[in-house]
C-alpha cells in the first residue's frame, strides 16, 4: 500500500510525475451513495488496493491501475483511471452504532438548524433562527435525562421502594424497602434517591462519552488549508466557507453545557425532594437552609448553562482551532459538584420522612412542554421574516421546513420518554393498584398517539389516492417513450406504478406539514388537560357524554399500548442492529441521510460523517491535480453527489475549475434544495456550475432519491440529461432478449448513457485546461 500511495502521488521510481498542467492523465473518483458498497463492486473487479486511507474510510483503485499516472498511453486501458472512495464505514461500522438510535431526536432537532431559509443580509436574524434551534436541542437533553429520573427515581426508588406491596413483588428492591428491610440504612427516602440518582447521571455519562470519543474523531478532522485568492467570491453557499466542516470549537463548548444541563436536572430531582420536606412546617432550619442555598447554586448554573448555549454560533470563515476551556472543563465539573452535596444534602437523616405519592414530575415535564411549544411557535416567525426576504418558489414550506421538522423531534423525545415511563410503570405495577403511575401530563400525551395516527393513516390513504392518479396519467408516457415496441399491459402496469411511487416524494413537505401542525396542537391540547384537571383522561372525562367517556378510555389505553409497543420495538429494533451487520446497516442509511450536516444544535447528535469524508475529498481531489496536472471528473451517485458537491466548493477557485462533476441519482435539488435553501439552492447550485468545469446530471423518473436539478446551459451543456428509460427496453428485443428490470435508484452506471457523458466531460477537459494559479499557465494545445 504505501509503494501504491508512493507511485499515486509523487511519480514512484518510473520517472518523476508531470509538470501541472500536463492533461494525459484521467482519473475518476467514484463516491458511492447510501446504505454503503465494496470497493469491488464499485470498481467491477476483485483485486482492489487501498492507495490511502484506514480502515473508517479510504481510496481504492484496481491492482492494475495503481501505477497508471506514469502509463498514461496505455491502451489496455479504455476510459480513465477509476478510484473509489469507500465512506459507508462512516455510518454503519461497528455493533456500539446501535447506541445511536437512542439519539433520534437529537439528530432530528439538529437538521432544523440547517433548514433555515435564505436570507441574504439578515445576519442577526440568522443569529436568531440558531440560537432558538439550540435551545430546544437544550431542552431535549432535559427531557430525556429528567425521563430517566422518572424511572430510577420517582417510579423505582420513591414510589415502588416506599410502598410494601410493590417491593415485596421486586425483590431486588428489598434493601431500600422500610417495612421489608426493617428500616434499614438505604431505606430513607432521601438515600434511595441519591443512589437512584446514579442511573440518570450514567446516561449522561454515557452522552458525554459518545460525543467526545466521535468528535475526536470526526470534527478533529483538519480540512485542507488554503488562503483565500485575490478575487475569490465567497458566493451564496457557506459550504465553500474553510471552517464549515470544522466544527471542534462549538461542539466542545456546547457538550460542556448539555453535560452540565444533565447533570443539574438529575440533581434539582434529588434536591427538590429533600428541600421540600424540609419547607414543611417544623422542618430542620438548618437543612432548609442548606436546600436553598443549594436551589440558588443549580439556579446559577442553569443560567450559566443557558448563557453557554445562547453565547455564539460557528466559526465557518476561519479554521477556528482555539477550544474555550473555561467552559468545556469547568462548567461540567461545577454541575457535577453540585450533584455530589446535593446527594450529601439528600441523605442525611431526616426522621419521620416518609414517601407518599409521586415527585413533582408533572411541574417539570409540563414546563419542558410549554417552553418547547413556545421556542417552535417563535421559531415558525422567524423562519417566516426570513424567507419573506429571498422568498424561494421551491423552499418546502415557505420556509416553514426547520420549525415543522424542530416540532417533530420534541414530539419524538415526548414519545420515547412517555414510553419508557410507561412501560416501566406497567412492569412494577403488576396489578395497577399498588403505585400511582408516571405523572399525568406523561399519560395524556399517550393518549393523543391514536388520534394523530388516525391523521397519518388519512395522509397514507391520500398518497395512495394520488399514486393512482398519477399511475394513470403515466400510461400515455410509457406509450411515448417506448413507441416501437410491443407493449405488455402487466409490464406496463409495473413501470406506471413504479414511476407514480417514487413521484410521492415530492409530497414529503405536506405529509410533514400536516404531521407538524397536528402534534403541536394534540400536545397543547394534553398539555392544558394535564394541568387543569391534574387526573388522567379517562378520569377527567368521568361525568360527560358517554360517547365523550369512552372515546378518553380508549384512547388512553390504546395510546398506552401503542406507546409500550413502540418503545419494545424500538429496544428491538436496536439488539438486533448491535448483533446483526445487515440490521446495522439499514441503521446506517439513515444516518447517511440525517448526519451529513454538523452538529450545530445538539452536541449528542450522531457525528457528522462529512466533516471527515468532505476533507478526505477535497485533498485528494487538490493534491491529484496539483501533481499530475490531469483531467478529474467526481462521480457522486445519490448522497455521494451531495459529497461531491460539498468537496468541490472546498476547492480553491482555480482548482475548481480543473474538475468536472458528474451526478446520478442525486438528490441535490429535489431534496437538499428544497429542504437547505440556505446552502443548496438555486443561487448555490447556479455558482457550483459556473464555478466547476463542467456538470452533468443524470436521473430516471423510477427514483425516488434522485431527479433534476433544473439549471440552464448558460456555459457549455445543460446540467439535466434528459430522463433516462427505465426499463431499457419494455419488452424483448433483439439487444435484450431478457426483460429488463427496473432499476429505479441503483445501477445508473449499467446504463449506456453514463459512459457516453463520461468520455463528454473529459473531451472538454482536455483543450485549454487552466493551471493553478502559483503556476505558470500551460501552452495551448
Known amino acids: 500500500m504505501e509503494r501504491a500511495r508512493e507511485q499515486a502521488t509523487t511519480g514512484g521510481p518510473a520517472g518523476p510525475a508531470r509538470r501541472p498542467g500536463e492533461t494525459g492523465a484521467a482519473l475518476e473518483l467514484l463516491v458511492h451513495g447510501v446504505g454503503g458498497t465494496t470497493p469491488q463492486e464499485m470498481l467491477n473487479d476483485p483485486r482492489v488496493e487501498r492507495i490511502t486511507g484506514d480502515g473508517t474510510a479510504a481510496i481504492f483503485r484496481r491492482a492494475d491501475d495503481v501505477d497508471a499516472e506514469h502509463r498514461p498511453d496505455d491502451r489496455r486501458r479504455d476510459g480513465p483511471v477509476p478510484e473509489a472512495y469507500v465512506w459507508c464505514n462512516l455510518t454503519s461500522g461497528s455493533g456500539t452504532r446501535a ?119 470526526y470534527e478533529s478532522q483538519q480540512p485542507l488549508a488554503r488562503d483565500p485568492q485575490p478575487d475569490e467570491d465567497p458566493g451564496p453557499t457557506a459550504l465553500g466557507r474553510p471552517g464549515f466542516w470544522y466544527g471542534r470549537r462549538l461542539v466542545a463548548r456546547l457538550r460542556a453545557a448539555h453535560t452540565a444541563a444533565g447533570l443539574i436536572t438529575v440533581a434539582a430531582a434529588v434536591g427538590s425532594a429533600a428541600a421540600r420536606h424540609d419547607r414543611a412546617p417544623g422542618g430542620p432550619a438548618v437543612l432548609h437552609t442548606l436546600g436553598l442555598l443549594l436551589e440558588a447554586a443549580l439556579a446559577a448554573c442553569a443560567v450559566a448553562v443557558v448563557w453557554v448555549v445562547c453565547r455564539r454560533g460557528r466559526s465557518e470563515r476561519r479554521v477556528d482551532r482555539e477550544l474555550d476551556e473555561r467552559f468545556v472543563h469547568r462548567l461540567p465539573l461545577a454541575a457535577l459538584l453540585l450533584l455530589a452535596l446535593t446527594l450529601v444534602y439528600a441523605g442525611w437523616d431526616r426522621p419521620g420522612w416518609e414517601s407518599a405519592g409521586r415527585l413533582p414530575g408533572d411541574a417539570t415535564f409540563g414546563a419542558i412542554a410549554l417552553v418547547q411549544g413556545l421556542l417552535v411557535i417563535v421559531l415558525a416567525v422567524v423562519a417566516h421574516v426570513l424567507h419573506r426576504t429571498d422568498p424561494g418558489r421551491r423552499a418546502v414550506l415557505r420556509g416553514l ?51 394523530l395516527l388516525v391523521v397519518v393513516l388519512g395522509l397514507v390513504a391520500w398518497l395512495a389516492h394520488r399514486a393512482w392518479r398519477l399511475a394513470r396519467a403515466e400510461r400515455e408516457a410509457v406509450a411515448r417513450d417506448y413507441p416501437d415496441e410491443a407493449r405488455d399491459r402487466a409490464r406496463t402496469r409495473r413501470i406506471v406504478y413504479t414511476r407514480a411511487m417514487a413521484s410521492l416524494t415530492d409530497r414529503g413537505p405536506r405529509i410533514v406539514a400536516v404531521t407538524s401542525g397536528v402534534t403541536l396542537l394534540l400536545g397543547a391540547a394534553a398539555l392544558v388537560g394535564a394541568l387543569t384537571t391534574d387526573r388522567t383522561p379517562g378520569e377527567a372525562a368521568q361525568g360527560t357524554y358517554p360517547i365523550v367517556h369512552g372515546a378518553a378510555e380508549t384512547s388512553q389505553a390504546l395510546g398506552s399500548w401503542l406507546i409500550g409497543l413502540g418503545f419494545i420495538l424500538f429496544v428491538t429494533w436496536g439488539r438486533r442492529a448491535y448483533k446483526d451487520a445487515a440490521a446495522r446497516r439499514t441503521i446506517g442509511i439513515l444516518w447517511d441521510v440525517g448526519t451529513f450536516w454538523p452538529r450545530a444544535a445538539h452536541p449528542f447528535a450522531p457525528p457528522c460523517y462529512a466533516e471527515r469524508a468532505v476533507p478526505d475529498l477535497t485533498w485528494r481531489m487538490a493534491t491529484w491535480t496539483r501533481v499530475t496536472g490531469g483531467r478529474l471528473v467526481i462521480s457522486g451517485h445519490s448522497q455521494g453527489s451531495v459529497l461531491a458537491a460539498a468537496a468541490a466548493w472546498q476547492l480553491a477557485p482555480s482548482a475548481r475549475k480543473r474538475v468536472a462533476l458528474l451526478t446520478y441519482g442525486s438528490p441535490l435539488e429535489r431534496l437538499y434544495g428544497r429542504w437547505f435553501p440556505a446552502h443548496f439552492g438555486p443561487a448555490a447550485l447556479s455558482s457550483l456550475h459556473r464555478e466547476v468545469d463542467c456538470w452533468r446530471n443524470l436521473y430516471r423518473l423510477t427514483d425516488p432519491i434522485g431527479g433534476p436539478v433544473g439549471l440552464p446551459g448558460d456555459r457549455g451543456p445543460q446540467v439535466d440529461h434528459p430522463p433516462l428509460k427505465d426499463p431499457l427496453a419494455h419488452g424483448r428485443t433483439d439487444l435484450l432478449p431478457l426483460p429488463a428490470p427496473i432499476l429505479g435508484h441503483s445501477d445508473y452506471q449499467a446504463d449506456p448513457v453514463f459512459a457516453e457523458e463520461r468520455r463528454m466531460l473529459l473531451a472538454r477537459l482536455r483543450p485549454g485546461l487552466p493551471a493553478p494559479r502559483d503556476e505558470p499557465e500551460p501552452p495551448a494545445a
Do not use: K
Not at 426 to 432: M, N, R
Open 401 to 451: 421546513g426547520g420549525p415543522a421538522v424542530a416540532m417533530l423531534a420534541c414530539a419524538l423525545g415526548g414519545v420515547m420518554s412517555g414510553g419508557v415511563s410507561q412501560r416501566v410503570s406497567d412492569w412494577l405495577d403488576g396489578t395497577g393498584t399498588s403505585i400511582e403511575g408516571p405523572p399525568v401530563l406523561l399519560t395524556w400525551q399517550a393518549s393523543v398517539i391514536p388520534p
Open 99 to 217: 447506541l445511536w438510535l437512542l439519539l433520534l431526536p437529537f439528530m432530528v432537532v439538529n437538521l432544523a438548524h440547517w433548514m433555515r431559509p435564505s436570507a441574504p443580509g439578515r445576519r442577526r436574524t440568522v443569529r436568531l433562527y440558531g440560537l432558538l434551534v439550540r435551545l430546544a436541542g437544550l431542552t431535549l437533553t432535559v427531557l430525556l435525562v429528567a425521563a430517566a429520573c422518572e424511572v430510577a427515581l420517582d417510579l423505582a426508588a420513591w414510589q415502588c421502594a416506599g410502598t410494601r406491596t410493590c417491593a415485596d413483588r421486586h425483590s431486588w428492591l428489598g434493601f431500600l424497602s422500610p417495612t421489608v428491610s426493617d428500616g434499614g440504612w438505604w431505606s430513607s427516602p432521601g438515600r434511595r434517591l441519591a443512589l437512584a440518582s446514579f442511573v440518570p447521571a450514567a446516561l449522561t455519562g454515557l452522552l458525554w462519552y459518545l460525543s467526545r470519543r466521535t468528535w475526536s474523531d
